[in-house]
Each structure stands twice: as structure tokens, then as C-alpha cells.
């Protein structure tokens, strides 16, 4: 048991660290409440654009709110 949670935390940065790149270069991913490929004009999610921000951006974004409104 000891040995998988010394691999989990090994791999947590490089996986993290991967995931907060690809966030950055590319904050927008496919909306998956409309269906791959089409926009659905009434899907609330991506207002109909067919693409919808990541999860890790969003949190990006919320965090820089916070911090530029905290700091004022």
C-alpha cells in the first residue's frame, strides 16, 4: 500500500503541472452537452458556440478575481 501512494504522490506534480500548461494553451475545450462535432443554438453551457472553458481555467480565473478584487 505504501508503495502505490509513493507513486501517486511521485506523479501528482508532472500530472498537475501538465494539466495547468495545457489549460493555458488551450482554455477552451468542446462542449460536451452538445453533441462532438455540433452546436446546439439552446445549450446554456456554451451559450451555442459549441465550445465552453476548461475547468482548470475557470478556477484560474476565478482565483485571479479574487485575488485582483482582495487586493484593491
Given at each position: 500500500?505504501?508503495?502505490?501512494?509513493?507513486?501517486?504522490?511521485?506523479?501528482?506534480?508532472?500530472?498537475t503541472l501538465g494539466y495547468t500548461i495545457w489549460?493555458?494553451?488551450?482554455?477552451?475545450?468542446?462542449?460536451?452537452?452538445?453533441?462532438?462535432?455540433?452546436?446546439?443554438?439552446?445549450?446554456?453551457?456554451?451559450?451555442?458556440?459549441?465550445?465552453?472553458?476548461?475547468?482548470?481555467?475557470q478556477l484560474y480565473v476565478y482565483l485571479r478575481?479574487?485575488?485582483?478584487?482582495?487586493?484593491r
Open positions: 500500500m505504501a508503495t502505490i501512494i509513493t507513486f501517486l504522490v511521485a506523479c501528482l506534480p508532472p500530472v489549460c493555458y494553451v488551450s482554455p477552451w475545450g468542446v462542449c460536451r452537452r452538445c453533441a462532438p462535432g455540433g452546436k446546439n443554438r439552446t445549450c446554456r453551457a456554451c451559450e451555442g458556440t459549441g465550445m465552453r472553458p476548461r475547468l482548470g481555467w478575481r479574487l485575488h485582483h478584487d482582495g487586493t
